[in-house]
């Protein structure tokens, strides 16, 4: 895999997300091996707890911006359930992820994180989606498993806005469980997993599937949001969006 390695220890699963020329960005080639990476943990019998990670100053700094300004409707309802399945795996796994955010966290950045049972994140870490700065919104997840986790207000407030916080903030609403020393990172999250994987396989699977089970409303939610997420880039605003950011300007929204 180019993008993504892989490196197991005793139990554990060390996945780094490794485009750092482009803080992370998933573009589908990265998706594609991040995907690739997350089969081989969950059909690996001897992973019980997987990290997810990135290189250089950025977890996952979003999607491919420039790859998003190519696309029309078809192509985002495409990109939509692509994320939307490579993130599921993670979700529905019978191993625990862990997020071990040790910098920009920002749309599919974030939605990979929430995508993960635990997130740990760096002091310095940050986090946003601010997808509705370029005319579309999340569609990789994030109005259906933010909601759940933090309830409606807090998730239409960070996706209506596209607002950053910091680490301490996420922490404080309740999106991320720890935040620790930036040096310390993925100290502690390996420690975290090795505590995780020294419990029995067997209960922490099934505990964590009902878990998901209590809060999962079906299909339809996601499938709800590919649809609007496809509408959103073929917009107009989409358009216009992608071009503000590339000129370094504001945007000019028509709600078109």
Request: net charge negative; glycine share 8%.
């Given at each position: 895999m180019r993008f993504v390695e892989v490196e197991k220890r005793e139990g554990i699963a060390i996945v780094?997300?490794?485009?750092?020329?482009?803080?992370?960005?998933?573009?589908?080639?990265?998706?594609?091996?991040?995907?690739?990476?997350?089969?081989?943990?969950?059909?690996?019998?001897?992973?019980?707890?997987?990290?997810?990670?990135?290189?250089?100053?950025?977890?996952?700094?979003?999607?491919?911006?420039?790859?998003?300004?190519?696309?029309d409707e078809e192509g985002g309802y495409r990109m939509a359930?692509?994320?939307?399945?490579?993130?599921?795996?993670?979700?529905?796994?019978?191993?625990?992820?862990?997020?071990?955010?040790?910098?920009?966290?920002?749309?599919?950045?974030?939605?990979?994180?929430?995508?993960?049972?635990?997130?740990?994140?760096?002091?310095?870490?940050?986090f946003g989606q601010p997808e509705v700065d370029l005319g579309i919104m999340p569609g990789w997840g994030a109005t259906q498993r933010m909601t759940r986790k933090l309830g409606q207000g807090w998730a239409k407030y960070l996706i209506l806005t596209g607002e950053?916080?910091?680490?301490?903030?996420?922490?404080?609403?309740?999106?991320?469980?720890?935040?620790?020393?930036?040096?310390?990172l993925m100290d502690e999250a390996i420690n975290l997993a090795q505590t995780l994987a020294s419990k029995g396989p067997l209960a922490v699977s099934l505990s964590k599937e009902a878990i998901n089970r209590a809060f999962q409303l079906g299909d339809f939610g996601f499938e709800y949001e590919a649809k609007l997420f496809a509408r959103t880039v073929g917009s107009e605003d989409k358009d216009e969006g992608v071009r503000a950011f590339f000129e370094k300007r504001k945007p000019n929204f028509k709600g078109k």
């Open positions: 780094r997300i490794n485009r750092p020329d482009k803080l992370n960005a998933l573009a589908p080639e990265v998706l594609e091996d991040l995907e690739k990476a997350v089969d081989m943990i969950n059909e690996d019998e001897e992973v019980r707890v997987a990290i997810i990670t990135g290189t250089g100053k950025a977890f996952v700094a979003g999607a491919d911006i420039k790859y998003i300004g190519t696309l359930k692509f994320g939307q399945r490579v993130f599921s795996k993670i979700e529905d796994s019978p191993k625990v992820f862990i997020a071990a955010v040790n910098g920009y966290a920002l749309g599919g950045g974030s939605e990979l994180a929430l995508a993960c049972d635990i997130i740990v994140a760096s002091e310095n870490a940050v950053r916080i910091s680490a301490h903030k996420a922490y404080e609403i309740g999106l991320v469980q720890k935040v620790v020393n930036h040096d310390n």
